[in-house]
């Protein structure tokens, strides 16, 4: 890991207009910028080529690039990941497949596969069941991962988002099942916290299947805004000679956008001084 590369998720900034959060962003340090589709559109098949190269060239206008998709499944409908039913677990393979090509057109490379609501399984259901609809559904669109250069990261989140992937090595056992080169882990600090595993471990262990990492707190805002020591994260991304991006995700907008934005890379340049 040589100069860290630092993202932020748009949802960050609300309804600002996409100039105003760009301009901040960039003026802050950010140079990365990941983003929800659900903050582009609430109907995919009607995001046309024009829109996407639009939204692109405003981003790159204002010296950003997008690095990738996150929220995949979020504020969608008819769509689920470990579903014993085969329409759905087909529906949504489809729209990963999909979501790839959007990936593709923005100019990013990187999919964040968490959305826990549409992943989740009930006690009628084993885990292995879970794990195995789960590795049918993604494995249908590693054709489409492959054909437009995307990559998968599978996403463990921690027990209070559900029961499904709650570790990092419970997402290696669904990578393997998988089995692609275009499927990888992905490591958030916020899930990190929930594991017995002390954080800089989890991503020294891990360092070989990791392909983009989230920065935030338990308390869910930025990094450096709770309890959670980032020097010894930032050691070990060092450490295991990490060079994809560190992106800022949080889920408590109360601070304000302003102070989530400036203190969270404020927080992640301090720790590594």
Known sequence: MTAVKYAICNE????????????LAREVGYTGWEVAPFMLTDNLDQYSAADRADYRRVVENHGLQIIGLHWLLAKTEGFHLTTLDQATRDRTTKYLTELARLCRDLGGDVMVLGSPAQRNYPESQSAEQ????????VRGAVPALEEYGVRL??????????????????????????????????LDVKAMSDEGTPID?????????????????PNRRGPGMGDVDFVPIFQALRDIQYSGWVSVEVFDYSPGVETLVRE??????AAQN
């Not at 309804?15 to 301009?23: N, R, Y």
């Not at 989890?202 to 070989?208: E, K, L, V």
């Open 130 to 137: 879970a794990m195995e609809a789960a590795a049918e559904c």
């Open 264 to 269: 969270s890379m404020a927080n992640m340049r």
């Open 153 to 186: 990261a599978l996403e463990p989140l921690g027990r209070a988002e559900g029961n499904f992937l709650n570790t990092a090595a419970e997402g290696r056992a669904l990578m393997q099942r998988i089995d692609s080169p275009q499927v990888g882990l992905h």
């Open 12 to 23: 960050t900034f609300g309804d600002w207009p996409l100039e105003k959060a760009l301009q």
């Open 201 to 217: 471990q989890i991503i020294r262990d891990n360092a070989d299947a990791m392909m983009h990492f989230h920065a935030n707190d």
